[in-house]
């Protein structure tokens, strides 16, 4: 056999090997991975609805759960006992670098109980931004009822802060909140499914 032809065939038994080891790798990983994204979507849920003690999924009326570059994903009644105590909503929007996962809780008064962002591709450093504390508290209490809106200076009852250099990020986060607080009016306290 010429040495190129040895060559060739290691060259091939090893990528055979890596290639098996990379799926046996995948397969053991899988379940575990799951399992974490779960955990992490019930404590995000947790935290913006904390008085409720579980979460039951709500069927999504397609017709209301898209709007202004955001997507309702999945909604979820949060209940403590039989008493529904408000509702957390997993949305998708459009942000500057791509998708913006949002999780807004919307309390049985109607109000905004918190806002977490999740997985997001913003520009580290500025809308990014978007995930801190400081903004995203700025949603807490804010009424269901009424649309809000982003402002690039100190911000009124119904308008959000920007995030300085992040309107886009900002506005696609507001975008999202806007989507879950119109479903929750219309449809869930509307007299729609619970």
Request: net charge negative; hydrophobic share 40%; glycine share 10%.
């Amino acid at each position: 056999m010429s040495d190129i032809l040895k060559t060739g065939l290691r060259l091939f038994i090893i990528t055979v090997i890596a290639a098996v080891c990379m799926g046996i790798t995948n397969l053991a990983t899988q379940e575990p991975i799951r399992m974490q994204q779960i955990k992490a979507m019930n404590e995000a849920k947790r935290a913006v609805l904390p008085q409720a003690e579980e979460f039951s999924e709500v069927n999504i009326l397609a017709d209301s759960a898209e709007s202004d570059g955001a997507k309702i994903l999945e909604i979820n009644a949060g209940k403590s006992g039989n008493e529904i105590v408000g509702h957390t909503f997993k949305i998708s929007a459009n942000g500057y670098g791509g998708d913006i996962e949002i999780i807004v809780g919307i309390n049985a008064e109607g109000k905004i109980e918190a806002v977490q962002i999740g997985a997001h591709g913003e520009t580290p450093g500025l809308g990014a931004k978007v995930k801190e504390k400081s903004f995203v508290d700025q949603y807490h209490g804010k009424e269901a009822a009424n649309p809000l809106s982003v402002t690039k200076t100190s911000a009124m009852e119904h308008e959000i802060q920007a995030v300085t250099g992040a309107t886009v990020s900002s506005s696609a986060v507001t975008n999202g909140v806007n989507l879950a607080s119109e479903y929750y009016r219309e449809v869930l306290n509307g007299g729609g499914q619970q």
